[in-house]
């Protein structure tokens, strides 16, 4: 009976050890009802915690997960640089409860994203992934990757994404377009067209594996020094 009790606190200290190691992420993934229930619709977005990013240059977010579950996410001034900190707050540190169900309107993680229909109310489930996000099923998906990208499908570790639902149409005001995002047999592709819906392009395939950029984040961690290694983007359907 020792044995067992011995090898049993063993193995939830070593659980405890590798927790402690893991990854978390926090995840806003989007509904149309404000239960979040049903199918995921309209763009979901989500990233590391503890560590600086920027969905659109604009401005900077930095997640965190506070415990008692409950996490936190605070928005801070992009100097434009290449190298960004979290630093200044732009706007106050909003604190959510763990699979709660809150509006998403007032939070603007990309600002370069304009529904077409703006009355529409979107909700964010908020989520906490241990060791990898929760990444809706059959959506477009953008994500920003760490890692060195060594073949066999294997893009590295999620820093921060994007999802779009399938046929998910937005305003991209500065491309003066409206956009569908839409995912053909596993392709993600878009489908472009002037504001006022005329003068469309031809689908195009968006499909990205390890395309290397240069990071516009910066880790608070210390598990992830950003000057010695490979960041990337890829867009691809999940
Ligand atoms: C990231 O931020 C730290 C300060 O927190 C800074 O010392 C470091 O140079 C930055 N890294 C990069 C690549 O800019
Ligand atoms: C700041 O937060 C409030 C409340 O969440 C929101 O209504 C407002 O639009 C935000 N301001 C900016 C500049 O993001
Ligand atoms: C997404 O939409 C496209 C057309 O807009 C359709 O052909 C495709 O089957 C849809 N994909 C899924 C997974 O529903």
Not at 16 to 33: A, H
Not at 39 to 57: A, E, K, Q, R, V
Not at 79 to 108: M, R, W
Not at 155 to 169: C, H, K, M, V
Request: glycine letters at 8%; aromatic letters at 14%; one cysteine or more.
């Amino acid at each position: 009976m020792k044995q067992v009790i011995t090898t049993l606190s063993l193995i939830l200290l070593l659980l405890n050890i590798s927790n402690g190691y893991e990854k978390l992420y926090i995840s806003f993934t989007p509904y149309e009802s404000s239960d979040c229930l049903g199918i995921p619709s309209g763009i979901g977005y989500g990233g590391l915690i503890d560590t600086c990013f920027s969905f659109d240059n604009s401005r900077n977010w930095l997640f965190k997960y506070i415990g008692e579950d409950h996490i936190s996410f605070t928005p801070y001034e992009n100097k434009g640089g290449v190298s960004e900190l979290c630093e200044i707050e732009s706007n106050s540190t909003q604190t959510e409860v763990i699979n709660d169900c809150i509006p998403a309107n007032d939070i603007t993680f990309n600002s370069f994203y304009q529904p077409l229909y703006p009355k529409f109310e979107i909700y964010y489930h908020v989520q906490v992934g241990k060791g990898k996000p929760f990444i809706p099923e059959d959506s477009y998906v953008i994500s920003h990757n760490y890692g060195n990208c060594d073949g066999d499908g294997d893009y590295g570790d999620i820093i921060f994404y994007e999802t779009f639902s399938n046929q998910t149409q937005l305003n991209i005001p500065i491309f003066g377009s409206i956009s569908e995002f839409y995912c053909l047999d596993g392709i993600p592709m878009t489908m472009t067209c002037k504001n006022d819906g005329s003068n469309c392009f031809n689908p195009q395939n968006q499909a990205l594996v390890c395309d290397f950029v240069t990071p516009f984040f910066n880790t608070t961690g210390s598990d992830m020094s950003s000057s010695d290694s490979l960041f990337s983007i890829n867009t691809y359907c999940s």
